[in-house]
Structure formats: structure tokens, C-alpha cells
């Protein structure tokens, strides 16, 4: 094994698990080496099987790579480096160590050859993603994590039933392009889909991501439901329920998210809506749409990380304040927080020159070159509506509104430093999509920059626009949340095991009442005889008996002396 | 224009009334635009006059009332699910 051939995922797993043991100089030193010198030896992965190493009775191939796996392990390891950026000073380094591990396993999926090893890599993911939302330590992170494991638990053992019974079917391990027409099909499909955040399973994401520290959500928002693309981009192009699927989570998540008065919850919806993108493109199956997919996951993990950046700069300066209701008018003591979230927030809602408009309308394009009209029309609906619910709700309700009063400073320079590369990239990625494009899985000859896709875009964005500030009055925030599909888990399911319980709990009452009852009888009944006014408990009897055992004895005596 | 003087420029409601004066101008050039342009239409609609304004206001409109619909049913004091 060369050290070209050496897993770059495990690299930054091993790089984690160092992390709590060194010192602060150190520990600086990994957080903003490593993840670079990851980045480098993704590009040292040649195309191909790299490394193979035997498991029971197959070969895995633990190292695999091609330009899909490559672009999404790249965007990975860049999203670690600015992660570790911006969470440097964070003082828990477990987060550091277990974003380390997650990050580091997330690209060991991406170069994973065959689906033993994806299954492993997804579940290290698991257990590393639980343990950055843990580290915000407090009580209600410790709660969501649990709620959040036992989903992505459940998501592991669905997968691992499918890949154990496809392995069964076909006798291969190998990861390739699948179909879903058997039960191993459909359940890794299913157990890939819980992963990205799809119906029923949605509620997941909200619930449990804000519940992380102001720099854990960085992490969490990139890698889970990204790796999850990745999967089904290889496994699952051009299933045509995942178009279906998407378009439910676009919509979903734009939905959510007008309702919604927790800032990172609000970005929270909007994953699983650019997600649904995402999947939407996978589901169409071209040339165009897969690398529109691939592309919108690359620049998604930049522009929604830089929004949570921003958001977490803002927990951060004003000691945890994170509701709409609370903030607004920052603009003035955080200028650059707010000049960063702005530019991210235009980079989501795919403004012309960001990273967005070059990535989500080759989606769009395919849908049209498809003449799928319907998923077209939709795809339209929800970038004006991306626009509505991101682009403009996240800034204007946090940065601008009302003057909370609050003045919070800028944040402290790492985590400006961060914020500023991934606006840099967000703009640098829009004006010059090229290099992007030369590394997505296909050739593409596509040209986002032509007058009428421009203007059209701005006249789809703008209005928009108009529409939220004519809506304005009906879109106040209130200190509310909206009932999700984790309502049948978190109080129908705990209802229903209250419902079931009460009549066993009747039963051994029961049970119970009968058996005292019985034993009390037993009880009373020795009670009555040696009690003491028993019969056995009378003093008196002692001197009768003496009397009775010499009487006894004079009888014995007498008939003795008789006898004899 | 004391108490205006002491509001940063950009939240100033003079500054709010030239906003919105400047918004409406430049949507008003962007429909007009479409005389302009000649996109290449994927569909017959989509390259008709002024589609991409009037759809991305109504289909946004329509999202912003279905969510206010849902809410009736769906929504609940945020402390809903402490215990």
C-alpha cells in the first residue's frame, strides 16, 4: 500500500481521534493542516480501484475513485478546513475531534468501491455527527441527539438488511448504479433516503441540527444529507419516484421554513429544500441533471455553511440568541456577519454572479430539455420561493427589521476569516463557474451567462421579493413551532405506549389486590391461634400441664410398682 | 428630522420611501426587458410576456398563504414539546 492508496477519509478520522490529546498548539496546528493535506491526497486518488482489503469472503474496495467521488470528496475536505476555521477557539474540543470523524468518514463514503464499506464509513458517520450535537451540552442537545441517533440507527439497520440481502441476490459487493426492483434495492434506497433528509423521515434535520453549538451546526449542515446525494447520484440516477420525492422535499422545506421563528431551524428546512433540488435532478437521470446535482451539492455545502456561520457568529456575539422575535437591526453593529449571511443568502436563492445560479439551473435546464412541464413549473415556483424563505426571511428578520437593540460585535477573526472564504467562494464560483464544471462527472458544455436566462432569473427572483415585503404584515414572527412527522414519535407514540401500558397495569393491580388478600387471610389466621390472645399464647397452661405430666407420672409409677 | 438624524441612513424613512420608489423602477425595467430579450423557451409559456414576473409573484404569494392555511392545523406554542 503506497501513500497515494491510503484512505484520505481515514486520514481525518485518525486526525480527530488525536485531537482531545494534544495541546492547543498543536491542536491548531491539526485543525488547519490536516484538512488541507487531505484536499491533496484526494487529488493523488487515481481512477479506479486503489485498495482492496479481504472481509469474510470479499474483496473491499476501500478505495475507489472517479470524478464523482472526487468532486464530492474535495468539497468535503474544503468544508472541514473552513469548519475547523471558524470552530478554532471552540472550547470543546470534542466537537473539533468528532466533526473530524464525521468529516473524515463522509469522504470515506465518497471513495467507498463497494457497500460493506459504505455501510461502515455511514455509520461511523452517525455515531460522529451525534457527538458534535452532544458537545453543545445542554439539556435539550442531549435530548435531540438521542431523538436523532435512534432515526439515523434505524436508517443503518434498513441499509444494512438491503445490502445484505442484495449481496444474496447478485453475489456482488460491489457499489454501482442499481435499480430498485428487489427488496435489497428498495431498502438500500429507503435507508440512503433517510439520510437526505426524504418524507416521512424529515423531521429529523430541524429538530436536531439547531440543537448544536453556534460552530457544530457548521458541520452538521454539510455532510450527512450530502453523502446521502452522493449515494444515491451513484446507486439510484434516474429513478423516477426520487423526482418525486425531491419536489415534495422542495416544497416542504419552503413551507416550513415561512412558518418558522428559530433562525437555524429556519436553515435548517432549507437544506431539505435544496436537497430536494438535489434528488429532483437525480430523479430526471441526464447527463445535465446528474451534474447539475453534483454541482448544487458542491456549492450548497459552501453558501449554506457560510449561512451558518453567520447565524452561529450571531449566537455567538449576543450569548445565544437565536429567534427571529429576539433579534434584528444587527446590521448595524455586525457589518461584516451581515454582509456574509447576505452574500449567502443570494448564493441560495441563485442570484446571478454567485455559486447558485451557475449550479441549480442546469437542474431546471434538464427538466426543460426533458419537456417534464410540470417538474419545470415547479422547479421554477420553488427558486422564487428559495428566495422568499432564505434569501430574504434569514437577513431581513435577523440583520435588519426591527431594532432589537441588541449591538453585538463582529465576531472574533478566525470566524471572520472563515465567513469571508466562503463568500469569496460563493461570488468567486458564480462569476467563474469553470473550473467547478471541469470537475463535475460529465463533460458539460453548458453556458449559465446567456441575456435572457439572466434577466429572466432577476425578473423570477425580484418579484419574489416584492411579494415578501407586500406579505410583510401577515409574515410577523411568533414564538411558535409547526407540528412535523416527529409528532407521531415525540407524542402520539409516547400517548400510544401510555394507552397500551394502563391496562397491564391495571391487570397486575389485580393480580396483586388478589394475592394480598390471600396472604392477609393466612396471616389473620396464624394471628388468631398465636397471637397474643391466641390460644397458644395462654400463660396459664403452663402450670396445667406440669400438674397433668405429675399425674402422668404417679399413674407410671403406680402401675410399675403394681407390676412388679 | 432630530430624531431622524440619529437612525443609522439606512433605516431612516426617507431612505425606506426611496427603497421601495427604486424597487418598483427597476421591476418596472425588468418586465419591460422581456420586449428585449429572445429566450430560447423550453415550453410555449415560458417565453411569453412578463411569465417569469407574474409567476415568481403569484406562485410566492400562493406559498406564503398555503403556509399560513397549514398553520391553523400545525401550529403550536414553541414550548410544545418540553416536558
Given amino acids: 500500500m503506497t501513500i497515494d492508496a491510503f484512505p484520505p477519509g481515514v486520514i481525518l478520522v485518525l486526525g480527530g481521534l488525536v485531537l482531545p490529546f494534544v495541546s492547543q498548539q498543536i491542536r491548531y496546528t491539526i485543525i488547519l493542516l490536516l484538512p488541507l493535506f487531505v484536499l491533496w491526497s484526494v487529488w493523488q486518488v487515481g481512477d479506479g480501484v486503489q485498495l482492496t482489503l479481504p ?27 473552513v469548519g475547523g476555521l471558524f470552530a478554532l477557539k471552540q472550547k470543546q474540543v470534542a466537537e473539533l475531534a468528532a466533526a473530524f470523524i464525521y468529516a473524515g468518514s463522509a469522504i470515506g463514503v465518497a471513495f467507498a468501491g463497494d457497500l460493506i464499506t459504505v455501510f461502515i464509513f455511514w455509520e461511523i458517520m452517525a455515531l460522529g455527527s451525534t457527538m458534535v450535537i452532544w458537545a453543545a451540552k445542554t439539556p435539550e442537545s442531549y435530548k435531540a441527539s438521542m431523538r436523532y441517533l435512534m432515526i ?43 439520510n437526505a433528509g426524504a418524507p ?15 460552530s457544530g451546526t457548521v458541520f452538521l449542515s454539510a455532510f450527512t444529507t450530502k453523502t446521502a446525494v452522493y449515494v444515491l447520484l451513484r446507486g439510484y440516477p434516474g429513478t423516477e419516484i426520487l423526482i418525486y420525492i425531491g419536489v415534495y422535499m422542495i416544497f416542504y422545506g419552503i413551507i416550513y421554513a415561512l412558518l418558522e421563528n428559530d433562525m437555524r431551524r429556519i436553515l435548517s428546512y432549507s437544506i431539505i429544500n435544496q ?55 444587527l446590521f448595524q453593529s455586525m457589518p461584516i456577519t451581515c454582509i456574509c449571511g447576505i452574500i449567502g443568502a443570494l448564493a441560495i436563492s441563485s442570484f446571478p454572479l454567485t455559486s447558485g445560479f451557475i449550479s441549480k439551473s442546469m437542474i431546471a435546464q434538464a427538466a426543460g430539455d426533458e419537456q417534464l412541464l410540470f417538474v419545470w413549473m415547479c422547479l421554477a415556483a420553488a427558486s422564487a420561493g428559495v428566495f422568499l424563505h432564505a434569501g430574504i426571511k434569514f437577513p431581513w428578520f435577523v440583520f435588519f427589521q426591527k431594532d432589537s437593540g441588541l449591538r453585538p460585535k463582529d465576531p472574533p477573526w478566525n470566524m471572520k476569516a472563515a465567513m469571508i472564504l466562503f463568500a469569496f467562494l460563493c461570488i468567486a464560483l458564480g462569476v467563474a463557474p469553470g473550473p467547478l464544471y471541469d470537475i463535475l462527472p460529465f463533460k458539460t458544455t453548458y453556458e449559465p451567462y446567456t441575456v435572457p436566462h439572466v434577466i429572466n432569473q432577476l425578473q423570477l427572483l425580484l418579484f419574489a421579493g416584492l411579494s415578501f415585503f407586500l406579505a410583510l404584515p401577515i409574515m410577523k414572527r411568533t414564538l411558535t413551532i409547526s407540528l412535523d412527522w416527529d409528532w407521531f414519535y415525540r407524542k402520539f407514540g409516547a400517548w400510544l405506549i401510555v394507552f397500551l401500558t394502563r391496562g397491564t397495569v391495571e391487570m397486575r393491580r389485580d393480580i396483586f389486590g388478589n394475592l394480598q388478600i390471600f396472604v392477609n387471610s393466612v396471616i389473620n389466621l396464624a394471628f388468631k391461634g398465636h397471637g397474643p390472645n391466641g390460644i397458644f399464647a395462654r400463660t396459664n397452661a403452663t402450670g396445667n400441664s406440669v400438674a397433668t405430666v405429675i399425674i402422668l407420672l404417679t399413674v407410671l409409677m403406680l402401675i410399675f410398682y403394681l407390676e412388679i | ?32 426587458a422581456d420586449f428585449v430579450i429572445h429566450p430560447h423557451a423550453s415550453f410555449g409559456i415560458d417565453g411569453s410576456f412578463g411569465f417569469y414576473s407574474w409567476y415568481g409573484l403569484l406562485t410566492c404569494l400562493a406559498m406564503i398563504v398555503f403556509s399560513k392555511g397549514l398553520a391553523i392545523f400545525l401550529k403550536r406554542k414553541d414550548t410544545y414539546y418540553d416536558d
Fill in chain 1, 275 to 329: 436537497v430536494g433540488f438535489m434528488i429532483t435532478g437525480i430523479g430526471i437521470g441526464t447527463e445535465m441533471a446528474l451534474n447539475g446535482a453534483a454541482a448544487h451539492a458542491f456549492t450548497h455545502i459552501i453558501y449554506k455553511g457560510l449561512l451558518l456561520m453567520s447565524a452561529g457568529s450571531v449566537i455567538y456575539m449576543t450569548g445565544g440568541k437565536r429567534k427571529c422575535t429576539d433579534l434584528g437591526g
Fill in chain 2, 1 to 32: 428630522m432630530n430624531d431622524d438624524a440619529k437612525l443609522h441612513w439606512l433605516v431612516r424613512p426617507n431612505t425606506i420611501k426611496h427603497l421601495w420608489r427604486w424597487g418598483y423602477a427597476i421591476l418596472a425595467v425588468l418586465v419591460l
Fill in chain 1, 55 to 81: 472481509f469474510l469472503d470479499y474483496e473491499l474496495a476501500v478505495v475507489k475513485g472517479d470524478a464523482l467521488s472526487r468532486i464530492f470528496a474535495t468539497v468535503f475536505a474544503i468544508m472541514a478546513f
Fill in chain 1, 200 to 214: 416521512p423521515l424529515t423531521a429529523w434535520l430541524p429538530d436536531a441540527y439547531p440543537e448544536g453549538s453556534f
Fill in chain 1, 152 to 194: 439515523h440507527l434505524l436508517g443503518g439497520v434498513i441499509l444494512m438488511i438491503g445490502v445484505i440481502a442484495h449481496i444474496a441476490d447478485t453475489g456482488s459487493v460491489a457499489f454501482q448504479a442499481m435499480t430498485p426492483n428487489s427488496i435489497g434495492t428498495w431498502m438500500i434506497l429507503a435507508g440512503f433516503l433517510i
